[in-house]
C-alpha cells in the first residue's frame, strides 16, 4: 500500500531518499530551503514547511544539523504527526529532540543512515532507528526501500550511538589505510598495487579478530597467548622510527602508540591489545 511522505531538504541524501520513495510507489511532498533543486525528481513541491507537513502523516527530516530541523519546523503543526529525523547528530541532541516533537505532539523516529546517498535503495545499505517502536513498527513498510531498518531501541539516543560508534571503526580503518599508504609511497611502491595486493587481504584476516576481542571486553579478561601489550608497544615504536627515517609524519600513529605506553606503565603488558579499551574509560583504570 502506498503511503504519502513528506522529505524535508534535498542535499544528495535528501534526494536520494525522496527518489527511492517515489519509486517505490509513495506520493512525496519535498521542501527545501533553496526552491528548484532536483527537477528531475518526480514528487510535489511545497513552498513552506508547514505545507509540506500538511501533506502527509509520516515527515522525513534530512537537513543540515539539529538547530536547522527547529528552525525548519518552528511554527509548524506536528500535531498527530511521526517526525523520522535523519539528520547526523549526538545522541544527546536525539533525546533533546525527541522531548522538543513530544511536546508539539508528535512521535519521534531519530535515524542513522549507514550508506552513502548513491547506496540509498540498493544492497548493503542499512538505517538505525530509535525512539517510538510503535511508529517504526507502523511505517516500517515504507521505511523499507530505503535501506534495511534496525530499531534500536526505545532510548532516541541509541541510533545515533551506534552511527557514531561504526563512523568511528570507519575513520579508524581510513586513518590506517592512509598512514599505510604514506610510508609505502615514501619508498616509491605503488600505492595501488600494495593496497590491492598486501593492504586489504591482511586487513581482512585481521577484522576476524574482532568478535573475539568484543568477548574479552563484556568479560573483562585480556589473557593472550600470542603478541600482548609489550611486545606490540615496542612494534610501534620501531614502527614510529621507520616512518621518521622515511620523512612521513606519524600523525595517525601517534595516538595509539602514547595509548599502549600507558597501558604497559599501568603493568599491564601482558595483556592483550584488546585491554586498550580499559585506557578509554577513566573508571576502568586499574
Known amino acids: 500500500m502506498s503511503e504519502s511522505v513528506v522529505v524535508l531538504g ?18 512525496v511532498t519535498v521542501w527545501n530551503r533553496t526552491p528548484g533543486r532536483a527537477p528531475e525528481l518526480d514528487v510535489a513541491r511545497a513552498e513552506t514547511p508547514a505545507q509540506a507537513v500538511a501533506a502527509a502523516r509520516l515527515v522525513i527530516a534530512c537537513l543540515l544539523d539539529y538547530p536547522s530541523v527547529y528552525e525548519t519546523l518552528d511554527g509548524v503543526d506536528l500535531e498527530g504527526k511521526v517526525l523520522v529525523n535523519l539528520t547526523t547528530g549526538r545522541p544527546s541532541e536525539a533525546r533533546e529532540a525527541a522531548g522538543w516533537a513530544a511536546e508539539r505532539g508528535a512521535e519521534y523516529l531519530d535515524g542513522g543512515i549507514m550508506a552513502v546517498p548513491q547506496m540509498i535503495g540498493g544492497p548493503g545499505a542499512s538505517i538505525l532507528y530509535s525512539g517510538s517502536r510503535e511508529a517504526f513498527d507502523r511505517y516500517r513498510a515504507v521505511l523499507e526501500p530505503l535501506a534495511v531498518p534496525s530499531h534500536l531501541g526505545e532510548d532516541p539516543g541509541m541510533a545515533s550511538l551506534q552511527d557514531l560508534a561504526m563512523l568511528t571503526g570507519m575513520y579508524g580503518q581510513i586513518a590506517g589505510f592512509l598512514q599505510a599508504a604514506a610510508l609505502v609511497e615514501s619508498q616509491g611502491v605503488g600505492v595501488v598495487e600494495f593496497t590491492q595486493t598486501r593492504l586489504v587481504p591482511w586487513m581482512r584476516s585481521m577484522l576476524e579478530l574482532l568478535p573475539a576481542w568484543a568477548r574479552d571486553i563484556e568479560a573483562k579478561s585480556y589473557a593472550t597467548e600470542v603478541s600482548n601489550l609489550e611486545i606490540n608497544a615496542s612494534g610501534l615504536v620501531n614502527l614510529a622510527r621507520a616512518f621518521e627515517e622515511q620523512g612521513v609524519t606519524t600523525e595517525l600513529l601517534a595516538p595509539l602508540r602514547d595509548l599502549m605506553a600507558r597501558r604497559v606503565a599501568r603493568g599491564h603488558g601482558d595483556q592483550s591489545l584488546s585491554s586498550l579499551f580499559e585506557e578509554l574509560h577513566p573508571d576502568l583504570h586499574h
Open 10 to 27: 534535498l542535499g544528495l541524501m535528501g534526494r536520494a531518499l525522496a527518489r527511492t520513495l517515489a519509486e517505490a510507489g509513495h506520493p
